[in-house]
């Protein structure tokens, strides 16, 4: 596997093996507190070549202003196309990838452990519930991701990942407060309206094996939403914002995060799945403006368990008829 850090400045030289970035300690990318906003948005103009700037996501540095910026006359719509393409590629390969991967998971718990295995349309156990969520997140969209960065030599500042400062800290609670007010908009819309209530598949079989979402509660922080994040926002967002421009990418990326969930929500499920859109879009958002991965990684994370908890706090309290649109992302 190539090395990620062997990245290259400006001048050509060759980042060193513990330095990610150029700078920072530990490894980590680290930026000015102060420095954050839309224009922060990363534009490699130390690109080899256009063949290795279009595998990347980069726009053609001979067509661009200083710095790498897109010039005035916009995106080219072509490129703009042929990344759109491959980043639907690399979400349909991460769900591929998740599904094959259960398969050897499955028997991998039944032989080692003996355990009982459900995971079918008609409800899960728990062994099925984690083994599935570590296939199709972990082995899924963290392969796939993984994969990516290392076939075409991107190191993590490409993804920007840094350190967490009280500024971070205080943009995720925002953030997750912020998908959390999505949410019941999202409710009151559709309720308006009189749109089919969306219901995500899990509802039924949490109410029936509670003890699923306790499970979740901890998957979500620490595996579902740094997963969905790394590959929707840090590769593919990254990718369609240097192509597109900060608004154009972020929608496109929001979109394809939406539409993969559409086996979760179902057919019926469309107006949760043009929720998600705006779901996605706020965590693309502040992406964009934090500059830091980490953050909708954790506000993700957040945002589901949480839901997670007001799901089971009204199962347990004999409340499950009161769950009304709850959209987990």
């Known amino acids: 596997m190539p090395d990620w850090n062997d990245r290259g400045d400006d001048d050509g030289n060759k980042g060193s093996d513990d330095d990610w970035n150029g700078g920072g300690e530990d490894g980590w990318n680290e930026t000015d507190d102060t420095h954050g906003g839309w224009g922060n948005s990363r534009r490699d103009s130390s690109e080899e070549d256009v063949v290795d700037a279009e595998l990347s996501g980069k726009t053609d540095t001979s067509a661009t202003g ?10 080219d719509s072509r490129q703009l196309g042929k990344t759109l393409g491959v980043s639907v590629g690399l979400g349909l390969g991460g769900l591929a990838l998740g599904v094959i991967a259960s398969i050897p998971l499955m028997f991998g718990v039944i032989a080692l452990f003996g355990l009982p295995f459900q995971a079918t349309a008609e409800g899960q156990n728990l062994p099925g519930f984690v083994t599935n969520t570590i296939a199709l997140q ?55 309206l009189g749109l089919p209530t969306p219901s995500h598949g899990l509802i039924d079989t949490f109410v029936e094996t509670p003890e699923l979402l306790l499970a979740g509660i901890v998957l979500n922080l620490l595996l579902i939403g740094p997963a969905e994040e790394l590959l929707y926002r840090g590769i593919i967002q990254t990718k369609l914002v240097n192509v597109g421009g900060t608004v154009k990418g972020v929608f496109l990326a929001s979109v394809l995060f939406a539409v993969v969930h559409l086996p979760a929500y179902g057919l019926d499920g469309w107006a949760a799945i043009i929720s998600l859109v705006f779901l996605g879009g706020v965590l693309g958002a502040i992406y ?7 953050i909708p990684m954790i506000a993700h994370g957040v945002y589901n368990s949480l839901l997670f908890i007001m799901i089971y706090i009204a199962i347990i309290t004999g409340n499950a008829d009161q769950i009304v649109t709850i959209l987990p992302i």
């Open 138 to 192: 972990g082995v899924g969209m963290v392969g796939i991701s993984v994969w990516y960065l290392s076939r075409h030599n991107l190191g993590l500042e490409f993804l920007r990942l840094r350190k967490l400062t009280l500024r971070h800290v205080g943009w995720i609670i925002a953030g997750a407060i912020i998908l959390f007010i999505v949410n019941i908009i999202s409710g009151i819309v559709i309720d308006v």
């Open 66 to 75: 200083p710095e790498g910026m897109a010039p005035e006359k916009g995106p």
């Open 288 to 294: 964009e403006y934090t500059d830091n991965l980490l």
